[in-house]
C-alpha cells in the first residue's frame, strides 16, 4: 500500500528514534578501543610489548584529537558554510602541526630501543604519521558529510509530512461546507414547494453530517461506514423526486475490516447529481459499483447528462479537484483514478491499494 503522507510520517518517526545520542558516544569510544587494540596486535609482532603500548596510545590520542578537531570545529566553521579556501588551509594546518608534534613527543619522552630508533626513526617514519593523520582528517570529513546528509534528509521528510499533514487538513476541511452546500441548496428548494419530504431530507442530512463531523476526522474510516454513507446520500437525492429515478448501486466483495481514506467516494456521487439530468430526461441513470477485493478497492460511477453544457451560477469544481489532490497525497503512484467527461455521460473510476 502506497500511502505516501503515511509512509512519510513513519519514516520521519522511525529517523526521529534514532537521533544522535548515548548510543553514537559508545560506538566511537569502541571504535577507539578496537582501533588502540588492533594496532597493539600487530605492532607486538616486532616491538617490546611496552612500547608498543605506549607508541599505540599516542598514536590513538593524536589521530582522535585530529578527527574530533575537524569534525566537531573545522567541518561545521569552514566546510559546511561553503568557505572551502579556509577549510582547505585548517586541514594543510592541522597535518603540518600533528604531524611532527607526535614525532617529537614520542622520541623525546619515551624509552626508545637503540634497534627501534635505527630502523623506525627516519623520514619513512614521518610520512606515516602524515598519512595516518591525512587518513583520519578523511574519515571525519566523511562521516561528518553523512551526519549533515542524514540530518537534511530527516528534516526535509519531516517538512514534507508537515506540508502533507497541513494540505489534508485543508482539503478535509474543504469537504464539508462543500457537501453542506448542496444539500441545503436542495432542502431549500424542497421546503420553497412546502414538500412533505422536507423534514425527512434533514433528518437524512444530519445522519450524513455526524458522520464526517466524527468519523471523518480520522486519517483512515472503514469501508462499511463510506458505503453507508453512500446509501445515505442517494436516500437524501431521492427524496428529492417524486417519482423514484433510475440509480443503482452493486457492492461486491467482503467489507469487512477494510480502511480508506474517508470521503473518497461521496465526491463523484455528488457530482453525478449536480451535472446530471435527471430533472430534464427520463432515461437518466446513475450507476454506482463498489468492489472489493484483498489487494484493493474498486470504485466507480457513470451517470448520464445533458449534452447541452450548462454553465454554473455559483461556485463548483470543488470536489473533483479535491478528490483528485487527496488522492494523490494518500495513494500515488500504486493507486488508479480515472475521469472521462464525454457527451452524454461522465464516468469516473478509482482503484485504491489495500495493505497485503
Not at 603500548?53 to 598514536?59: A, D, E, T, Y
Not at 446530471?276 to 478497492?297: P, Q
Amino acid at each position: 500500500m502506497a500511502l505516501q503522507f503515511i509512509k512519510l510520517k513513519e519514516i520521519s518517526e522511525s529517523l526521529n528514534r534514532v537521533r544522535p545520542g548515548r548510543m553514537n558516544v559508545i560506538m566511537h569510544v569502541i571504535f577507539w578501543i578496537l582501533y588502540f587494540s588492533f594496532l597493539t596486535f600487530i605492532s607486538t609482532q616486532t616491538l617490546p610489548l611496552q612500547y608498543a603500548l605506549q607508541r599505540n596510545l599516542l598514536i590513538v590520542i593524536f589521530n582522535s584529537t585530529v578527527f574530533y578537531i575537524n569534525y566537531l570545529w573545522i567541518m561545521p566553521e569552514y566546510f559546511e558554510r561553503g568557505d572551502l579556501r579556509r577549510y582547505g588551509f585548517a586541514m594543510i594546518g592541522m597535518m603540518l602541526l600533528a604531524t611532527p608534534l607526535e614525532y617529537i613527543i614520542e622520541v623525546t619522552f619515551f624509552s626508545v630501543p637503540d634497534s627501534v630508533k635505527l630502523y623506525t626513526y627516519n623520514v619513512r617514519y614521518v610520512v606515516l604519521i602524515a598519512i595516518s593523520c591525512f587518513i583520519f582528517l578523511m574519515l571525519s570529513t566523511l562521516l561528518r558529510m553523512s551526519i549533515s546528509r542524514y540530518r537534511f534528509e530527516r528534516e526535509l521528510l519531516e517538512l514534507k509530512a508537515i506540508k502533507f499533514e497541513a494540505e489534508l487538513k485543508f482539503l478535509r476541511e474543504q469537504i464539508n461546507p462543500h457537501f453542506l452546500f448542496n444539500s441545503i441548496n436542495n432542502i431549500y428548494a424542497l421546503s420553497l414547494e412546502n414538500s412533505p419530504k422536507t423534514p425527512e431530507m434533514i433528518l437524512k442530512l444530519s445522519e450524513l453530517l455526524r458522520y464526517m463531523l466524527y468519523d471523518c476526522n480520522h486519517p483512515f474510516v472503514a469501508l462499511e461506514s463510506e458505503v453507508k454513507c453512500i446509501n445515505s446520500t442517494l436516500e437524501l437525492f431521492q427524496l428529492k423526486y417524486p417519482e423514484p429515478i433510475n440509480i443503482r448501486f452493486d457492492v461486491k466483495g467482503d467489507l469487512k475490516d477494510k480502511m480508506i481514506v474517508p470521503n473518497l467516494f461521496t465526491p463523484l456521487v455528488e457530482n453525478a447529481f449536480k451535472h446530471g439530468d435527471f430533472g430534464s430526461n427520463k432515461k437518466a441513470f446513475l450507476e454506482i459499483t463498489c468492489v472489493a477485493r484483498s489487494s484493493y478497492i474498486y470504485f466507480s460511477v457513470k451517470n448520464s447528462k445533458s449534452p447541452i453544457l450548462v454553465p454554473s451560477k455559483g461556485p463548483g469544481g470543488i470536489g473533483i479537484e479535491n478528490l483528485k489532490r487527496r488522492f494523490e497525497i494518500n495513494y500515488a503512484p500504486s493507486g488508479q483514478i480515472k475521469i472521462e467527461d464525454e457527451k452524454n455521460t461522465f464516468s469516473a473510476a478509482m482503484k485504491i491499494p489495500l495493505p497485503r
